[in-house]
């Protein structure tokens, strides 16, 4: 039932999923690797009854080395 809901985009259950991107070759010699995690919570908020919405915020943190 869980793994059922899970995958429905507007049931009413919280998530937070992470996502890491890696950029290689970054800099101006190409030697540093860029790091962009992304925190993806989804958060339901029910209005009324009837009605539920879906929040789904994404917050990138960006890592360069200098």
């Known amino acids: 039932m869980l793994a059922k809901e899970a995958q429905n985009p507007i049931t009413n259950l919280i998530s937070l999923p992470f996502q890491n991107n890696s950029n290689f070759g970054v800099g101006p010699k190409g030697q540093r ?3 962009v995690p992304n925190i993806q919570p989804v958060i339901p908020v ?3 009854k ?3 919405l ?6 990138p943190y960006l890592h360069q080395p200098t």
């Not at 879906?54 to 917050?59: A, E, F, L, S, Y």
């Open 33 to 35: 690797t860029q790091n």
């Open 46 to 48: 029910p209005l009324s």
């Open 50 to 52: 009837d009605l539920l």
């Open 54 to 59: 879906v929040t789904r915020t994404i917050v």
